[in-house]
């Protein structure tokens, strides 16, 4: 029978250089275990290279993590990619260095990148400019996490920076988005009734926490079975009894 979850579907770890260089993996996995998260998805910045380090930190524990990606695309718009397993966000991880922007991160301009095991040690740093834009259209990263049987989720699109909406204006037509995030400064209600054009599609809530504190700030609630993809896609669906409850 489907029961309710709790999940934070856009956490940024030490990798993506925005984030606090407290957001190691299994500090990540502590903190949403404390703040009674069942499902966190590991979204760093054109980068998966700590999604397998949180998921071993999760093991034997009630949180589940989900591997994830946020690319950025040719337009400069944020879109996450969720999957069901490490291999498939990893062909995707590829995929996104071939046609990331060249240079090397200076982490005195833009910050640390650092790659970290499941026990909150150092394994290197990551040199790519993860905080630049991939020359992939949006179009196209959808169609390619599509193709790795994931979920395409359109970044907090309440946002002018880094949104589809802000980036674009508009929602393209065919665009086959599985969900829109809102982010935690604006609730479901209020995207609602100021992106008219949201309706027909599933939205769902989340932190895009960069630091430890803000994990779980805001997080949608799943009727879901178990806290897999399958399970994800079907509530993004509203299908088979489950179905995205609201922001919590």
């Given amino acids: 029978m489907p029961r309710c979850y709790r999940a934070d579907l856009h956490v940024h770890t030490c990798l993506s250089p925005c984030a606090d260089l407290t957001m190691s993996p299994k500090r990540i996995v502590e903190t949403g275990i404390k703040k009674g998260i069942d499902i966190i998805a590991v979204c760093d910045h054109n980068s998966a ?42 062909a995707l991880q590829d995929l996104v260095y071939e046609n990331l922007t060249a240079g090397e991160n200076d982490e005195s301009l833009f910050g640390a990148q650092i790659i970290a095991n ?7 740093h990551n040199k790519r400019l993860l905080i630049g834009a991939t020359n992939l259209p949006v179009g196209r990263i959808v169609d390619e996490i ?3 049987k994931g979920l395409a989720i359109a970044s907090h699109v309440d946002r002018e920076a880094y949104s589809i909406i802000g980036q674009l204006g508009f929602i393209p037509e065919g665009l086959k988005l599985d969900a829109l995030e809102i982010s935690p400064s604006t609730t479901v209600a209020e995207a609602r009734e100021r992106f008219p054009e949201i309706k027909k599609y599933t939205l769902v809530s989340s932190s895009d926490a960069h630091f430890l504190d803000d994990i779980g700030k805001t997080t949608t609630q799943l009727m879901i079975e178990n806290p897999t993809l399958e399970e994800l896609t079907k509530a993004f669906q509203d299908i088979d009894g489950r179905s995205v409850l609201s922001q919590a």
């Fill in 118 to 124: 499941e026990f909150d040690e150092i394994e290197g």
């Fill in 146 to 148: 599509h193709e790795l």
């Fill in 49 to 90: 290279e700590n999604v397998l380090a949180a998921i071993k930190a999760s093991r034997d524990t009630k949180l589940t993590v989900l591997a994830g990606m946020e690319i950025t695309s040719a337009e400069e718009a944020h879109v996450i990619g969720l999957f069901a397993t490490y291999d498939a966000v990893h």
